[in-house]
DNA sequence: TCCTGTGAATGGCTTCACAGCG
DNA sequence: CGCTGTGAAGCCATTCACAGGA
């Protein structure tokens, strides 16, 4: 049996599939599920029974032979695990159509995401509040992440804006950020980086109907 | 040396790179760039320079010795795997601030990704327009998609409402996904779905953050 | 000397397969 | 029996390392 304490390795493809496996047993726990097999979990996340009895081993998370892992204990750990208990704050740069449906997204709170700052060069814009949160000029993201304590930047801006705004968040001490913008960002090697880039996913898409689509059936 | 014609086979990892490669080929010929080696496409990446030219190999990009690869060489042939010549029909579902933004991402037409379809239940939106496409009711979705053969959907609604409009679109021929809505869709074997869940994005640098930052560095 | 081309080695993830227990 | 727990096998991607041509 392997280290199955705090401090352990986890490796890297389990760690992403924990936030999917704590959305899978909160919607399982609401509808009043018990109990729930490596199989059930299979089904509803995309990954195989295998896989997920392998992950919940290396997560110290126990099921019991012929019953099934516990829900409100997947739950637990996984929320101990992700810091859902805990609150981050997140600022966002660009308020157009994207940070504006990002700023209107209310799962965030609800996840201990909380948006605390909005940014953009727009002076019509600036000043104004939307969700509630003033929107602030992109000139002080740096001083005002240092001054709110922003952990985790979003950059929603367009691309030729993005480098700067990243260098901007890294300026004020924030070492997350999630990027929308179609750039690939430089930044230092202790910041987190995550790219959502549609145009990337739209293009996968296209390739695989027009490699697929020709042999009929995949 | 392994089949490089049309039919050959090409690594999933592969594959999931070339929308990239393809993008930074276009920066640097735009940029004027005539060649590229594979340590400057590492670092335009973020990939090694060895799964680099491993690629290119596999995708029948030859490259110089002592000099690099062709820039133009790369675009054309990646684009033709794409299919950026092509022109892809798209839908989106959910014109709320998400659906806009991707309503009015003008590098989707661009890349011969053309939004010819929108779909809403909301009474007061529908037949109003946006960026010059009426916006048609979402009970209509499977039947304007077949008959105005829709390839791609894209599905920005709430989430209570993407299993059903994912039907609607698969009803109507629809055999690409692209889900922002956080929920797993069930779907047939031959549809291809994409997701982009900001919520599992936030979660898992939230996660690296607080597993980094106790030990200074990573 | 520079950078590609490419077998071989490495490392890690997933799947297999089945023992083990309620 | 049902379903977990888990070594071992198999597979696949990446990295190493260097030969080879401009």
Redesign the pocket.
Known sequence: ??DRRAGMHL????IERIPLYLRVSDQLFHSGADT????QLAVLTG?????V?????DLS?????????DVAAIRERLGDIIGTSASWRLAIAGVGNLGRALSHYSNLSRRGLDIIALFDVDPAKIGTADSGVEILPALEIAGECKRLGVQIGVIATPAAAAQACANSFVEGGVRALLNFAPVTLELPREVQVRRVDVLLELQLLAYHLRSKAPLGDG
């Open positions: 049996m392997q490796r890297p493809t389990t729930v097999s490596s199989e990954y195989s029974s295998d896989t009895r392998r992950d919940l081993w998370i126990a099921g019991r032979r012929g019953i099934g892992f």
